[in-house]
């Protein structure tokens, strides 16, 4: 305990103050651990307390800092630390509300501790925990600014925190330090992996693309009657044992996360030497969920609820699944989004199709061999009937993924779903730790057809020229959707944005997969249920047309079929 005996009376009572603030902001933060992942209700008003104290605690130490420097002894690194935590809060206020505006707020607080050097003077202190503080402030800061697709500052952090492993591993020989230089080497392949696709500047100098859902890339849409529906609660599974990742999200849920967040409208860049707001407690902690259709947004919309799982047990599926279809409101839609290896069936004549061909495993675990008994960590298409009471979007990115095709509507809701090819031709297989080319259909159009192309880099004004055709495709395949003869579930999602946007790249991908040379073959092309119209949408000649045309500007028309070998 700090000496009180030569303190003036206004001083002790500053430090005690001080300390009472940090004892209790230490113990609520510590209490998040404890509160459920799932729900709305139960978390908010805790976050909220958590907020206010550490608000106290940001104005108090600005306020009072010359004394609790000199009669506290405080350090800079322990302001650093409650800088970290608030970083750290509105990241997991991020996670639960799914507001990327939270993103901002955490960036502020980490950015303000490294231009201020909070943590210069850690190696200094002779405590290897201090040390170990730093570093995990580094990797937590990398994924906000993964997030916020700051990929500069990104590797100007990697070149830190490898200089920070080396003197940390130097100076303590700790045992943790295997672990350390692994989270080194997965952030490393992790901006590889998402930088499969150059786009440059005339000087060559590469840029970094937003594919969050803007204005701009909001598809247009016919209303009819019948599109009454908002996606309010998705559920995000990442399960893919072989895939890169960082920090529990692996690259397609990266990627995925992404695409079904919307552009953040305000602009929260705090600059180094003004203090970040302290605890600007959010927003509306959190309000209604107020949902407009179709672009029709007040000032501020929401984004659709998400729930991250990596490798998750099934029992944890299934209750955040639950969670979700708790939660929905009225004309409210969930999205499950399934990335996974699949749990393959040895059954010779299966009679249920809810279990007997199989599923995908949910935690990347399997259970040795294949007996006639079903196995404990795979999901399987039976386990989802339930939840087909109410409107439900699956999206399933597996080697087994068409075995999800057949699950039956009972309960007379609407009910899609997309299910990955099944297979990879050979020359793309070695390249599947980077991600699934389903999942990079969805999330970026362009990028993905640049890939299939072999086309590593493109510079910024033949990209956009590029993109203007996938627009128009766009365009073309939501008149055609809305006048051809689609199961209505598709048009009561189709209202939605963002279920709009990912059904309108499904036929992109599909059209782009069955005309490209190499994808010959059914298990190299995706699957919907209920089926699409094949003559009226996915081989309509326009939209034919409009993907022949791009690869024609992209100098790459022989990695496409011409139009005499068409089937």
């Not at 790249?505 to 089926?531: A, E, I, K, T």
Request: hydrophobic share 35%; glycine share 4%.
């Amino acid at each position: 305990m700090v000496g009180m005996a030569n303190m003036e009376d206004h001083e002790r009572k500053i430090v005690m103050e001080f300390v009472h603030l940090l004892e209790k902001s230490k113990q609520l933060f510590n209490g998040l651990r404890d509160l459920p992942q799932y729900g709305h209700k139960q978390w908010q008003a805790y976050f909220g307390r958590t907020f206010d104290i550490y608000t106290k605690l940001w104005k108090f130490q600005q306020q009072h800092r010359q004394i609790l420097d000199t009669k506290y002894g405080l350090k800079r690194w322990q302001i650093g630390e409650i800088a970290s935590k608030i970083g750290q809060l509105y990241y997991h206020y991020y996670l639960r509300t799914s507001e990327t505006n939270y993103l901002n707020e955490a960036y502020s607080f980490y950015a303000a501790i490294r231009g201020r050097a909070y943590y210069s003077r850690a190696a200094k202190e002779d405590r290897s925990e201090l040390m170990v503080k730093k570093l995990r402030y580094y990797a937590r800061f990398i994924v906000v600014c993964l997030l916020l697709r700051r990929m500069k500052l990104v590797r100007e952090l990697i070149v830190e925190l490898d200089r920070h492993i080396a003197d940390y591993t130097s100076t303590y020989e700790p045992d943790d330090q295997i672990e350390w230089s692994l989270v080194l080497d997965e952030i490393k392949a992790f901006i590889t992996s998402d930088s499969l696709v150059s786009v440059l500047h005339a000087d060559t100098n590469p840029i970094v693309l937003s594919h969050r859902l803007s204005p701009l890339t909001t598809p247009p849409v016919e209303k009819s009657q019948y599109m009454n529906l908002t996606l309010q609660e998705i559920l995000i599974v990442g399960c893919a044992s072989d895939q890169v990742k960082f920090s529990e999200l692996t690259m397609d849920m990266f990627r995925m996360i992404q695409t079904l967040e919307r552009e953040p409208q305000e602009d929260f860049n705090h600059i180094y030497d003004a203090s970040p707001a302290p605890g600007r407690v959010p927003y509306s902690v959190p309000g209604q969920k107020g949902y407009l259709e179709n672009g029709d947004r007040p000032a501020r919309r929401e984004n659709p609820h998400k729930y991250l799982l990596y490798k998750p047990t099934l029992s944890q599926v299934l209750v955040f699944l639950a969670s979700g279809f708790k939660e929905l409101p009225a004309n409210g839609a969930l999205l499950l989004y399934l990335s996974a290896d699949g749990c393959f069936s040895t059954s010779k004549h299966p009679e249920d199709m809810g279990y007997d061909l199989g599923g995908v495993s949910t935690t990347g675990r399997r259970d040795g061999e294949h007996k006639k008994t079903k196995e404990v960590h795979c999901l399987y298409p039976g386990d989802l009937y339930p939840f087909t009471r109410r409107p439900l979007f699956v999206i399933v990115d597996s080697d087994n993924s068409f075995v999800f095709q057949h699950i039956p509507r009972y309960f007379g809701q609407p009910l899609v779903t997309l299910m990955s090819p099944q297979d990879t031709p050979p020359a793309f297989q070695d390249q599947q730790h980077n991600g699934s080319l389903f999942t990079l259909f969805l999330h970026s159009p362009l990028t993905a057809f640049c890939y299939c192309c072999n086309i590593p880099s493109i510079v910024i004004h033949h990209w956009e020229r590029c993109q203007s055709f996938v627009d128009r495709f766009v365009t073309e395949a939501s008149r055609l959707f809305t006048r051809s003869r689609v199961d209505l579930s598709y048009l009561q999602f189709f209202g939605d944005d963002f279920l709009r946007l990912l059904l309108l790249r499904y036929v992109f991908c599909d059209v782009v997969l069955h005309l490209h040379r190499s994808f010959r073959g059914r298990q190299y092309r995706p699957r919907c249920q209920p089926p699409l119209p094949e003559a009226e949408l996915l081989e309509h000649p326009s939209l034919q047309h409009l993907v022949l045309d791009l690869a024609t500007h992209l100098d790459v028309r022989t990695h496409f079929l011409e139009s005499h070998e068409l089937e």
